[in-house]
């Protein structure tokens, strides 16, 4: 652990689908620990993702989309990973996106005040707002709406006005020795990198034809020197899709398999030899022992 650290804290990163905040998450760090789409619910898991600066470490917890709708068991237990988050943190960063602000953002703002915790405000994206002269007024509606300790406008793609976030969060860290060394930059397993590269390798090629529908489960892996043997599985919840994520003539499961395995090599600094099966398994996001099996379930 590194002794010069003298105030650490948990950093609760909440906000709807699509908003950023993996990639805000990915820009703090300085490098990849959640995986991004322009999906909704890519991140299904709680992830932490580790900055040591001078004497302080900061442990961004990237969350799930909260979702006012949440029919199905998966929705749900993501909704409450991001709750409990958010309720276990010293301070919450509340992500918006600039220019847009829905019912969901509301939900959420409200559940946050019902918090005894500390909440910051970013408006993210604001290198995307089509209209630049409405984003102060927009900023001005928002902040209107709580109490928050600060408010920081930013874009998390373009790495911009990060430090400021920084500084302001540094102030909620407790004192604390560091919780991870210094040069570890998230929580994850090697097993939980992997099926998460795979499933957003996956997500970049069948998003829109199998939106939710698909899980990972890395089944087994060893390591022999410098080459990591994966076996991992697909789950899909329907007979129909599995033509869909294997491809015509297997091309969209190898192009999957490929691309998965290029930045495995380049996480790890190894070889990686990667088997991929496609299975149907009914109803798995509902099966609270499937969820559980895969890392998912918040009890």
């Known amino acids: 652990m590194n002794e010069s650290v003298r105030h650490a804290g948990l950093v609760g990163v909440v906000g709807r689908p699509n908003v950023g905040k993996s990639t805000l998450v990915n820009a ?7 995986i991004v789409t322009a999906k909704p ?20 917890v990237d969350t799930p989309g909260i979702h006012s709708e949440a029919p199905r068991r998966l929705n749900r237990d993501m909704n409450r990973l991001a709750q409990d988050a958010a309720r276990d943190a010293d301070v919450v960063v509340f992500v918006v996106q600039a220019g847009k602000w829905l019912a969901e953002d509301q939900a959420i703002l409200d559940s946050l005040k019902r918090l005894d915790v500390p909440v910051g405000l970013v408006i993210n994206k604001v290198d995307q707002a089509a209209d630049k002269s ?3 007024p927009f900023i001005e509606s928002i902040t209107a709406r709580a ?4 408010v920081v406008p930013l874009s998390a793609l373009k790495l911009t006005n990060l430090t400021p976030l920084l500084d302001e969060l540094q102030q909620f860290l407790p ?21 998460e590269v ?3 390798k996956l997500m970049m090629r069948v998003h829109k034809e199998v939106p939710y529908a698909v899980a990972v489960q890395v089944q087994e892996m060893e390591r022999e020197g410098q080459l990591t043997r994966i076996q991992a599985v697909i789950w ?15 091309k969209v499961l190898k192009d999957v398999g490929t691309a998965a395995r290029k930045e495995l090599e380049g996480i790890w600094g190894g070889r990686v030899h990667l088997d991929l099966w496609v299975k149907v398994r009914a109803g798995w996001p509902d099966d609270p022992r499937i969820l559980g099996s895969l890392g998912i379930t918040s009890e």
Do not use: N, W, Y
């Not at 703090?28 to 959640?34: D, P, Q, R, T, Y």
């Not at 109490?147 to 600060?150: I, K, S, V």
């Not at 040069?183 to 090697?190: C, E, G, K, R």
């Open 147 to 150: 109490d928050f300790r600060f």
């Open 175 to 195: 004192e604390s020795p560091a919780f991870f060394p210094a040069d570890q930059h998230s929580d994850q397993s090697p097993r939980m990198v992997a099926a």
């Open 28 to 34: 703090l760090v300085g490098e990849k620990v959640s």
């Open 134 to 136: 409405q984003l102060l």
């Open 236 to 250: 899909i919840e329907k007979e129909g899709q599995k033509g869909i994520v294997i491809g015509q003539g297997g």
């Open 41 to 60: 619910q890519t991140t299904r898991h709680r992830i932490m993702g580790v900055l040591t600066r001078d004497d302080c470490q900061f442990v961004f």
């Open 198 to 200: 795979i499933r957003e």
